[in-house]
């Protein structure tokens, strides 16, 4: 059995990584690969600092494709060998006419729900625009979908089951950028990073719209450090480069915005 206790010691997401534990004691007494529901980036991060002090199992996350947000984990002994394509994920194309009638992420995801089915078992739902969009699944998920999801706002749709390799993934914008400041304050990195006022962004973090390597970070004095990935709610990210001090003991700072 693992320790329980200290893997639960101070983390945000209880009760996810009480879920985690139990299916890995499941991995080490059956010795089979065991995978999680879909999970959102902090829980995974939780999941995978938690794990990483043990010897006796491994965790593999994957979400159908690189840059996916929400990643199944796969679980097992550490002697097994272990990759993503036991990860067991499946996708679907939702196609429509929604020329006159936009959908959007939330319109398709609500439909999908309305079906009766639960967020966990759903991975990222990529848009397409006028022909509808692509979601990301558990397999077991396929043909009820296909069966029960019909409607996408007023868009009669059709649902059939598509290969990962026919995702439509858009590469992300990038842009880089060079700030000097006074300090590493979140508040002064990420509002140069996102352009707009350091009052703003106090405002999105004292809000809990900020998270630093997918934890909530509510304190504007919060110091980053190179490396960190500085997300934003509805702005998209930022990752925080290299960093030298000037002559006059100011920091400059290399960033990379994500869009």
């Not at 030298?244 to 003991?249: G, N, P």
């Amino acid at each position: 059995m693992l320790p329980r206790e200290d893997l639960l010691k101070g983390v945000e997401n209880r009760d996810t990584l009480a879920r985690i534990i139990d299916q890995a004691d499941q991995a080490i007494k059956t010795w089979e690969v065991v995978a999680t529901d879909f999970l959102s980036p902090p829980e995974i991060v939780e999941a995978q600092q938690a794990f990483s002090r043990l010897t006796e199992v491994q965790l593999v996350a994957w979400g159908g494709y690189p840059q996916a947000e929400r990643q199944r984990l796969a679980i097992a002994r550490a002697e097994l060998p272990l990759d993503t394509s036991q990860v067991e994920i499946a996708a679907l194309d939702i196609a429509g006419n929604f020329l006159f009638d936009t959908a959007t992420h939330r319109d398709f995801l609500g439909s999908m729900l309305g079906c009766g089915i639960v967020r966990e078992k759903t991975g990222d739902l990529i848009v397409l625009g006028e022909r509808g969009a692509q979601a990301i699944v558990v397999p077991e998920l396929l043909e009820y979908l296909e069966m029960h999801l019909k409607q996408v706002r007023s868009v009669p749709v059709t649902v059939r089951r598509i290969e990962l390799s026919e995702l439509k993934i858009r590469e992300p914008k990038k842009k880089e950028l060079t700030t000097t400041e006074a300090s590493m304050r979140l508040d002064a990195i990420a509002s140069a990073g996102f352009g707009m006022s350091r009052s703003k962004m106090v405002e999105y973090i004292e809000g809990g719209d900020v998270r630093v390597n997918w934890k909530e970070i509510s304190q504007p004095s919060y110091q980053v450090k190179s490396g960190d990935l500085i997300a934003v709610r509805g702005k998209g990210r930022l990752e925080v480069g290299e960093v030298a001090v000037t002559k006059k003991e100011r920091f400059r700072i290399q960033l990379t915005r994500y869009m």
